[in-house]
């Protein structure tokens, strides 16, 4: 079986990251974590994928004028490993429509709600304050308009009226850990696929 090549980016600690590489090192998996990328070089996540044998790189945004600077700076790197899919863990990034593009149907991510509800940031402060009696997380390819990307797949979990902002996001934690390495198998497999409207031309092609 190949494997496809696949890259995760983080930006903290990387615990959905340490959950697909523990799936991946399974023989019947069907991808391959070959590289962990970080835009903070603080990112605790890096020296755990390197305990870990995965390789790391950093690329730092504090470094760059402006965001698609950065964006194609990280696609370099990407292209260096040959990086087939990668899967946003973590990074507290905005990418660019040029990036987004270029990696259309190939980029996934995992948020912390049940999309569509709740996107963007504070998602378990934000649910407890609705009173909704279900949570969860979701696992979506990437779109240019934030977390708003086809459904890979989704897990609710329910809200105990005793719940903190705490006990709320441990639970869905591991919810997230259960169906992040589920989603990248169906991505890696061809069962899960996501291709970019008609007339939308692969910006990756092009050169600036």
């Not at 990387?14 to 603080?42: C, F, H, Q, W």
């Not at 863990?89 to 429509?97: Q, S, V």
Request: hydrophobic letters at 45%; aromatic letters at 6%; charged letters at 20%.
């Amino acid at each position: 079986m190949t494997k496809k090549r696949v890259a995760v980016l983080i930006s903290g600690r990387g615990s959905n990251m340490i959950a697909l590489i523990e799936a991946a090192k399974a023989k019947d998996y069907p991808a391959e974590i070959l590289l962990v990328v970080s835009n903070r070089t603080n990112a605790l996540g890096l020296a755990r994928a390197r305990t870990l044998g995965v390789t790391t790189a950093v690329v730092d945004h504090q470094r760059f004028g402006d965001r698609e600077a950065f964006d194609r700076a990280l696609d370099a790197e990407l292209g260096a490993h040959r990086i087939e899919i990668v899967c946003l863990a973590g990074f507290m990034r905005l990418l660019t429509p040029w990036f987004v593009t270029h990696w259309t149907g190939r980029m996934i991510n995992i948020h912390p709600a049940l999309l569509p509800q709740f996107k963007g940031l504070h998602t378990h402060r934000r649910a407890l304050e609705a009173g909704v009696t279900q949570h969860g997380a979701t696992v979506h390819f990437v779109s240019p308009e934030m977390d708003s990307g086809p459904i890979i797949a989704q897990q609710s979990v329910p809200v105990m009226p005793t719940d903190t902002e705490a006990t709320l996001a441990e639970r869905v934690l591991e919810v997230e850990h259960r169906i992040y390495p589920q989603a990248l198998r169906l991505v890696a497999e061809g069962k899960a696929t996501f291709a970019p409207p008609a007339g939308v031309k692969d910006a990756g092609s092009s050169s600036k």
